[in-house]
């Protein structure tokens, strides 16, 4: 499984950022696509997760203003950032599990900044 994330750039506090991550083969069978954040100095932590019965898990830090997504038919999962904070300041990761295994996409930046 290759995973591909963009859409990182500079947003200034308050904006909006959309990430895409593109994944090789059906995603409609992956249980389980997420995204995950490293700041610098911090450990990854995950943020969003997306199963494939439809439901989706946020960390409490980006609740209410992360929405993640995935278009089965253009195998992409999304990652919708609005209001965004100085503190979400990070390269993000798209991250698959299949058959136990997680996969990794490269990530994209994100900075938050005035």
């Known amino acids: 499984v290759q995973l591909q994330a963009s859409g990182g750039g500079l947003a200034q506090p308050g904006g909006s950022l959309r990430l895409s991550c593109a994944v090789s083969?059906?995603?409609?069978?992956?249980?389980?696509l997420g995204w995950s954040r490293q700041a610098p100095g911090k450990q990854r932590e995950l943020v969003a997760t997306?199963?494939?019965?439809?439901?989706?898990h946020y960390a409490d830090s980006v609740k209410g203003r992360f929405t993640a997504s995935r278009d089965n038919a253009e195998n992409t999962v999304y990652l919708q950032m609005n209001s965004l904070k100085p503190e979400d300041t990070a390269v993000y990761y798209c991250?698959?599990?299949?058959?136990?295994?997680?996969?990794w996409g490269k990530g994209t930046l994100v900075t938050v900044s005035s």
């Open positions: 991250n698959a599990i299949v058959h136990g295994i997680r996969y």
């Open positions: 083969g059906s995603i409609a069978s992956i249980g389980f």
């Open positions: 997306s199963t494939s019965g439809g439901s989706t």
